[in-house]
Structures are given as structure tokens and as C-alpha cells.
């Protein structure tokens, strides 16, 4: 079976794989067959919050391939993220046609309401679905196609990378919250109607949307596990672990970090071509560096270089944020802010790291046990 | 005379000695430019002397002329108004001004003079013009208008115009001047030919020159029009330059036009230069502000290779360090910067020391976890201060010598508040550099950066030595609060707004180098507000952070690189 050998050894990887198929089964059930008195039912508001947690799973896998397996800690991928969600909000849009306020059949609202006569070039072909869905996989690879190329061949490392991918991320806010770029400025794009003919308030284009969502984490899962367990894989671990001596192996390292490093921005477009049709809505905050911090974060609460944990980390956390910012507002960022420094400081694994120890510990007493016996 | 400007002379005069101290001063001198950093901070109370009163030799006489104008005769009043002129007291000018306006009264009973000012449906409220008092208020019956006529309206506009013009003080009489520009008054125009001619003081005469020149454009003789034109020749006033466009409009004669043409360009000319000028002073004024928050982050970023995302956070905490204090000495707004100073330092610094201490000390040699601990950080002092304070944005006054402006030339004004910041920039920046170059601190926070292992066995307590480098980078952060909360909103986000300019500018300038940091500041700074006018603030940003990230990509250890082994990792 050779579709499976990526996931050999991953126990880890393996369990997460079934809970996922168990909940892609049980979730639509629950919501559409079980009656809504029912303690057992599953609210539409529950499924798409579930469905929004497994597209920041997927964003935080991206991210966990290129800082767990290549070193780079990337504090712009909110950026790919975003522009991948733009870009299917600027299919929805063309989708909304004459049931916008203005009633424009062309244009958005929100250009009409600037007095634009025509559309823009960079809006033609949104109303076909299939460029739409190769622009969200195309935009947010080719930037960090060219961003990779200029800044892995002049060999920006560390530190540096960080921070210039943070600066791109927040030079592309400042320019979406700019109402000439035509995405909408601060408002974002919003409104939608539906995906594909079909209604996007209804629960069956949810249901099918949470489904995508669980299919696209399973199958970028699936690929990032494919691509670490490759021989790319293990020279990007080497990469990571002593750049200059794999350089001097003779391995172009640029070109092997080029290559996962605009993967990973490509899944981070899917991801965020899955969120927007759930939420309802993008705009330029989704720009903001906090948040590809955040997500960074994610990442390193579930453990670096495990690519599962990516997925816990993105869960818990944002599960916590549900709970939290609903109960006690006040204490989230108190809660979130200590758990960055009690998870950096205390626990550099992450959640994957500490499960693996405690594995290791219950089999530890055995081997002493036996070895007294 | 602002009341801020000794402030000023303070400043400037220290800054020379300092720079001088910089090149060639030796060992410990920098404790004596504390010293006078101290006389400085002292120096501030001396600024609000009183203004002199002008002497009121002729009270009687003057309040002898003034009861006089309770007569029915227009002659008489006439010659009392004269006279009252005449006398030069402080008190003619708003009286005659009065009586000109048709607001100078006198009451039935006992004929006082008196200013009124309505009150209620049918009073007046009463102020002796002589002494001032207020006298309660009365019925409109109970007092009678002075009157005047037209003949007495033009002696009187003349009377006023050389009263001011006469005035014993310079600084009254350059005001009374500038009031005049673009009066086309024949009486005024003639008082200001009359104190033209014996007026000693450069400025006002200059200003006297203006006026009487704006209004000989209109004279018949073509020559009188080339020597008025002479006159306002790149005059930066802008009625002279709105008169010489009108000029432009109907004037037939050639040679006039002609001339009106040259000194419209000359006009245009010299207001491109101070708009440069302008560009320039605010883009060192946004600089200054980008070195203020970025300096603190050269020191623990360059200095210690630890990424402080909590840096903006404590730039917040020094900004809100500043509204306690102001809110601890209610009414001392003017004194209360100088105490933030100090005690922004301190509290951040304190803060600094603190997370140094408890938490960026397990993670040296990890820098990029440095900084998901530092953003969990800044996190949490952005709750503490909004559960603490207020989530709103809180209120920092500006003290009096803050406000105002510096007026270089007529078309040029440079703000206090950004001219103080950035020389307080520049102070900060000298200061850390005496710190980090003059002090046995300094010498072995460079130490162990350069070499820990080193530092260590020649017996530089290197916990130490990080602990109170992050404290003092936390410190200046501190400063750079205070300085910001004189410019922009204080709340509990103000921070975030600033740390990835400073990243930029510390990234730009190149790590561990503080003249790096004080350059690529001033650039980043002189260059955003170049583009402005042209590409707008946001585009202006956006493509200042496009060129850094290309940038990078040429130098990747930006402008002014580190050299030697601590380079290498």
C-alpha cells in the first residue's frame, strides 16, 4: 500500500487521521438526522465552528512543515492565509451577481458605492469557479515563490527571515485596508450568498463545507507527512538542524527550502479559501501580524516537527478561545499570554512532546522492573 | 517671547556641550553633563517671569481726558481722544478701540466711564474703563452711549494705529505691524509711514516696510509700483504674495509686470525651500521618534540576541508611567514630564528586569522562542493595563511649553512639541552611548556579547550584566513612552504599533550598532515623509517596508553590519 507508507510510524498521525474520519461520519448524523431537541444533536453553529478549527489545523500544519522540518520561523503565514481566503471571497462576490444592495450585476457593492464604473483587471475570471480555485492555490504560492527566491538565495536566515515575513504581512495589511486596492478596504469582501450554486446559509452546504474542510486537512496532512517521510524531507531536517554543512554536501538548499516553503504558503491559501465561505467574511485584519504569531503559537503548544500536534495545537487552543472569550473576556489574553510563556518556557515540545515522554515513562518502570527481576 | 523658548536655548546649548564631551572629552566627564542635564531640568523654572508693565506715569492726566469725553461737543471729544492718544498709557488703546466700536458708555448718576457687555433680555453688565471694576449690572436706561461721528472715526483709527505703532516694546510694536499687513487704510498707511521713518528696531522696520509697500502697489506712478514690488521681492508674507498676484492681474505697464513676475518667483522659490525644510524637520521628527522606540530594542535585540516583542508594551507602560504621574500633581502639568522622565525609566526598567529575570533568562540561545515568550508577555501587560486603568485610551496633557511654535520666517513654523522630542531624542541617544562606551556597565554589557564564555572567566557576573542590560534597553523603552505620549493616544494598544517599525529600523541599521539604529531611524523616517505627498501616508509606509524587505535581501545584516565572531552565528 503505497498511499499508507507515509503515515507508517506516525501513531500519532494514525489516531488523528481516525478521530477525523469518526467525526466526518458522526458530525453530519448527529447534525441532520438526530432531531434539534435531542441532547445528542449537533448545531449548524457548532459544526461550521468545528469546520473554521480544521482550516486553522490546516494552516497550522503548513506552518509546523516549514518551522518544524525546515527551520523557518514564519511570522507571515496569516499573509498566504489571507490571500487564499481573498481570493474565494472574490469568487463569492462575483457570485452575489444583482442581489447586492445596489443591485449591480457586475460590479460588487462595494465598488458601486465608490463610484467605479468598470472592474478591475485583477477581478476578471472570479466568476468561474475553477480560476477562483487555481488563483487560491496560485496567489499565495507565487508570492512566496518570489519572497523564497530573493530571500533563500541571498541566504536570509533566522531572525531576519522572521521578521522580514512579518514586514510583508504587514505591508499587504496597511495595503488591503487601502479602498483604492479594490478588495473592499477596511470592510474586507462579506455578504455572500452561496458557493457553487448552492445556499451557504443552508445546512447542507454546511455540513458539505465541514466535510471539504475535514478532507483537505486529511489530504494536506497526508502530503506534508509524504514530502517529510521523502528524501526532500530528511535533507530539509538536515537544512534545519546545520544549513552550511549540507550546502557544502553540495544539496542546493535554497531550492530545497524554495520548495516546501511555497507548498506550505499554497496549503495556507487552501485553508483560508475553506475558513471564508464558513465565517462569512474576510478583511484585512486577517492580515495582522498578531495573528500569524498566534498561529505560530499554535503550533508550539501541539509540538514543533510532528505535524499531529499542529493539528491539537490549533484545536486546543482556539476551542479555548471559544470558551474563554465567551465566559470570561477579560481573562483570555492573561490566559493565552502565560501559556505562550509557560509553553515556551517549560515545555519546548509541546503537548506531542510531553504525551511522548509520558509514553516513554510508564514503559521505563517495566524494563527496571525487569531488570531486578 | 514664548514662554518655552529659554527651554529651548537650554537644550541646544547642552547638546553642544555634550557632542563636545562626545569627541574629546575623557574618562568621567558624562557625570558632569548629568550635571547639567540637572541645571537643564532646573533651568525650566526661570522660564515664566512676569511680563514688565509699562509705567503709568500720565494716569491723571489720562483719567483727566477720558472724563472729558462725557461732552456733547464732537470737538471737545475730538480733542480729548487726542489727547488721550497722546498721553501713551497702556489703558488708551482697548479704550479707544472701544469708543470706536460704539462700546464705550458713561453712567447717568455720576458720568463714569464705563465698557459694557450685555446681560440678561434688557441689562448691561459694567466695568469701569479707568480702574477696571466691575461695577454689577443695570438697566439700558441707567447709562448712555458716547458717541461719535465720521470725522472723529478716522481720527481715531489713526490714533490707534500710531498709538500701537508707539509702543515703547518692540515685540508689541512688530505684532501691531503684522496686524497692519494688507491694510489699505489711508490713515493707518500714513501712522505707518510716519513710525517707518524713525523706527530703529530690524524687524518691526521691516514689517512697517511691508505694510506701506502692499499698499503703494496701488499708487499711480509706475516707478512708486517697481519700488513696492522691490520691496516684497521673496517676501514670504502671504498677502504680499496675494497682492502681487492681484498686481499681476490688472497691472498694464510692462516693466511693472515684469518685475511683479520676478518677485512672484522668487516668492515661489524661497516657499519651496521651507517647504523642504518642513518635509525635512518632520521626517527627523518621525525619525526621532522611530530611534526613540527602536534604541531600547538595539540594545536587548543587537546587544543580547533576544527578540523583545513585549518591547512596545513597554513603551506603553512608560507612556502610562507619565499620565499617573500627571495625575499624581494635579496642576503642575508643566513640571510633570520631567518627573515621567525618570520615573519611566524606572518602571519600565523595573518591568524589564523582571522578565528578564523570570523568564528570557531560560531561553538564551534560543532566539526565536524568545519571542513567542516575549508576545505571551506582551500580551498580558496589555490586559493588566486594561483591567487595571482603562480599556479606553486615557488622557496626557501637554505642557505649556510644549505648545506652540518655533516661527523661523514668516512661512515657516516648527512645532515645539516635535522640535523638544527630537532633540530629546538625541539626548537619549548620546546618553546610551556614554553609558554603553564610557561605563564599566557598558564595557562589559559588550563584553559578554561578544564573547560570554570570555566575559565570564575574566569575572563579569554575566547574569548580571543581562539582567540590567534588558532593564536598561526596558528603560529607554520607558523614555521613548514618555516622549510618545506628548504625540499620540496613550492605550493599551499603542505598543503594537510601534514594534515592527522598530524591528525595522533595527533590522535596517544593522544589529548591534547603535549609530546603525540612529541612521537607518533618521532615513526610514526622512523617507516616509518624502513620499507622503505624492504616494499618501499608508502607500508611503507600505512601500518603505517593500524596499526594507528588498533591502535585506542585498545586505541581509543590514546597514552597517557586525563584524568579527559574534557575527558568525
Not at chain 1, 504558503?265 to 465565517?279: D, E, K, N, R
Not at chain 2, 488703546?93 to 466700536?101: G, V
Amino acid at each position: 500500500m503505497g498511499l499508507l507508507q507515509p503515515l507508517k510510524g506516525d501513531t500519532g498521525g494514525q489516531i488523528m487521521l481516525a478521530v477525523l474520519a469518526v467525526i466526518a461520519i458522526l458530525v453530519p448524523i448527529l447534525n441532520l438526522l438526530v432531531p434539534e431537541g435531542s441532547p445528542l444533536h449537533v448545531s449548524t453553529f457548532t459544526v461550521t465552528l468545528l469546520g473554521k478549527y480544521l482550516t486553522y489545523a490546516l494552516l497550522a500544519v503548513a506552518v509546523d512543515l516549514v518551522w518544524g522540518y525546515l527551520g523557518i520561523l514564519s511570522l507571515g503565514h496569516g499573509a498566504f492565509f489571507a490571500l487564499g481566503g481573498y481570493a474565494m471571497g472574490m469568487y463569492l462576490m462575483r457570485q452575489i451577481g444583482d442581489r447586492g444592495v445596489y443591485g449591480d450585476p457586475v460590479l460588487p457593492d462595494f465598488m458601486v458605492f465608490l463610484d467605479w464604473q468598470q472592474l478591475p483587471w485583477f477581478w476578471q475570471g472570479f466568476d468561474q469557479f475553477w480560476y477562483a480555485a487555481l488563483m487560491i492555490l496560485l496567489v499565495p504560492g507565487l508570492l512566496a515563490f518570489v519572497f523564497g527566491w530573493l530571500a533563500f538565495r541571498s541566504r536570509v536566515t533566522g531572525v531576519y527571515l522572521s521578521i522580514i515575513t512579518q514586514a510583508l504581512t504587514y505591508a499587504l495589511m496597511l495595503a488591503f485596508f487601502r479602498n483604492e486596492m479594490g478588495f473592499g478596504g477596511n470592510n474586507g469582501l462579506t455578504d455572500f450568498k452561496e458557493l457553487l450554486g448552492f445556499d451557504l446559509q443552508s445546512d447542507g452546504t454546511r455540513i458539505g463545507l465541514f466535510i471539504a474542510s475535514v478532507l483537505a486537512l486529511a489530504l494536506g496532512y497526508w502530503a506534508c507527512r509524504w514530502i517529510v517521510t521523502s528524501k526532500l524531507g530528511r535533507v530539509a531536517v538536515a537544512v534545519r538542524d546545520a544549513e552550511s554543512r549540507v550546502r557544502f554536501i553540495g544539496y542546493r538548499v535554497d531550492r530545497v527550502k524554495l520548495a516546501i516553503w511555497t507548498f506550505s504558503a499554497a496549503l495556507a491559501g487552501m485553508a483560508g479559501a475553506l475558513y471564508v465561505p464558513q465565517v462569512g467574511i474576510i478583511n484585512p485584519g486577517e492580515f495582522s501580524p498578531l495573528n500569524s504569531i498566534e498561529l505560530v503559537f499554535w503550533v508550539a503548544i501541539g509540538g514543533r516537527a510532528t505535524l499531529y500536534g499542529a493539528v491539537i495545537g490549533a484545536v486546543l487552543v482556539n476551542y479555548g478561545k471559544t470558551v474563554f472569550t465567551g465566559a470570561f473576556p477579560e481573562a483570555w489574553l492573561f490566559v493565552l499570554g502565560g501559556l505562550f510563556v509557560l509553553v515556551t518556557v517549560f515545555l519546548p515540545t509541546g503537548i506531542a512532546g510531553l504525551l511522548k515522554t509520558l509514553k516513554r515513562r510508564r514503559a521505563e518502570p517495566k524494563t527496571i522492573q525487569e531488570a531486578s527481576a | 517671547m514664548p514662554v518655552g523658548f529659554p527651554f529651548l536655548r537650554f537644550l541646544v546649548r547642552s547638546i553642544k556641550i555634550m557632542s563636545r564631551f562626545g569627541v574629546g572629552g575623557s574618562g568621567r566627564k558624562w557625570v558632569r553633563m548629568l550635571g547639567l542635564l540637572l541645571l537643564l531640568i532646573t533651568a525650566t523654572s526661570s522660564t515664566a517671569t512676569p511680563k514688565a508693565e509699562p509705567a503709568t506715569v500720565l494716569a491723571a492726566a489720562f483719567n483727566e481726558q477720558v472724563s472729558r469725553l462725557t461732552d456733547r461737543s464732537f470737538k471737545v471729544k475730538e480733542a480729548a481722544a487726542q489727547a488721550i492718544a497722546e498721553t501713551g498709557d497702556a489703558r488708551a488703546i482697548p479704550l479707544l478701540k472701544a469708543l470706536l466700536a460704539g462700546d464705550l458708555y458713561y453712567r447717568k448718576d455720576d458720568d463714569r466711564i464705563v465698557y459694557v457687555a450685555p446681560a440678561g433680555s434688557r441689562g448691561w453688565t459694567l466695568t469701569d474703563a479707568l480702574s477696571g471694576e466691575a461695577l454689577g449690572e443695570v438697566g439700558r436706561r441707567d447709562v448712555r452711549k458716547i458717541t461719535v461721528n465720521n470725522r472723529m472715526r478716522s481720527a481715531l483709527r489713526t490714533s490707534i494705529a500710531a498709538l500701537t505703532l508707539a509702543s515703547p516694546d518692540p515685540a508689541l510694536r512688530l505684532r501691531a505691524a503684522r496686524e497692519m499687513i494688507g491694510s489699505d487704510d489711508p490713515l493707518v498707511i500714513n501712522a505707518v509711514r510716519t513710525q517707518l521713518a524713525v523706527e530703529d528696531d530690524k524687524p518691526v522696520a521691516d514689517a512697517l516696510a511691508l505694510v506701506v509697500a502692499i499698499a503703494d502697489l496701488k499708487q499711480p506712478e509706475a516707478e512708486s509700483r517697481l519700488a513696492a514690488i522691490e520691496v516684497l521681492h521673496g517676501n514670504l508674507y502671504p498677502q504680499a504674495r496675494n497682492a502681487l498676484n492681484a498686481l499681476l492681474e490688472s497691472e498694464q505697464n510692462s516693466r511693472v509686470l515684469a518685475a511683479t513676475k520676478a518677485a512672484l518667483d522668487a516668492i515661489d522659490r524661497k516657499r519651496q525651500l521651507n517647504s523642504s525644510i518642513e518635509t525635512l524637520f518632520f521626517g527627523l521628527s518621525l525619525g526621532s521618534v522611530l530611534v526613540l522606540a527602536a534604541i531600547g530594542l538595539a540594545i536587548t535585540f543587537g546587544v543580547m540576541g533576544v527578540i523583545n516583542m513585549a518591547h512596545g508594551e513597554l513603551i506603553m507602560i512608560g507612556a502610562y508611567t507619565t499620565y499617573l504621574v500627571q495625575q499624581a500633581m494635579p496642576g503642575l502639568t508643566d513640571w510633570s514630564l520631567l518627573v515621567a522622565v525618570p520615573a519611566a525609566f524606572l518602571v519600565s526598567g523595573a518591568f524589564g528586569v523582571a522578565i528578564e529575570r523570570t523568564v528570557i533568562r531560560f531561553l538564551y540561545g534560543r532566539p526565536l522562542e524568545t519571542l513567542l515568550a516575549t508576545f505571551g508577555i506582551s500580551l498580558i501587560l496589555q490586559q493588566l493595563v486594561r483591567t487595571t486603568i482603562s480599556a479606553q485610551n486615557v488622557v496626557v496633557q501637554n505642557p505649556s511649553w510644549m505648545s506652540g511654535s518655533l516661527q523661523l520666517n514668516p512661512g515657516l513654523a516648527l512645532t515645539y512639541n516635535r522640535l523638544y522630542i527630537l532633540i530629546f531624542g538625541l539626548i537619549v541617544f548620546a546618553l546610551l552611548l556614554l553609558v554603553l562606551k564610557r561605563t564599566a556597565l557598558g564595557l562589559q554589557v559588550r563584553a559578554v556579547s561578544q564573547n560570554r564564555a570570555m566575559a565570564r572567566a575574566m569575572g563579569v557576573r554575566s547574569a548580571r550584566v543581562d539582567a540590567l542590560t534588558f532593564g536598561l534597553g526596558a528603560g529607554i523603552a520607558g523614555i521613548a513612552g514618555v516622549a510618545l505620549s506628548q504625540l499620540t493616544n496613550v492605550g493599551p494598544n499603542m505598543g503594537q504599533a510601534y514594534i515592527i517599525d522598530s524591528f525595522m529600523v533595527v533590522v535596517f541599521g544593522g544589529v548591534g550598532n547603535l549609530w546603525g539604529t540612529l541612521i537607518a531611524g533618521m532615513t526610514l523616517g526622512v523617507a516616509n515623509k518624502l513620499m507622503e505627498p505624492w504616494a499618501g501616508a499608508v502607500l508611503a509606509k507600505i512601500m518603505v517596508l517593500v524596499f526594507i524587505i528588498l533591502f535585506i535581501q542585498k545586505r541581509p545584516r543590514g546597514l552597517f553590519p557586525q563584524r568579527g565572531r559574534a557575527a558568525a552565528d
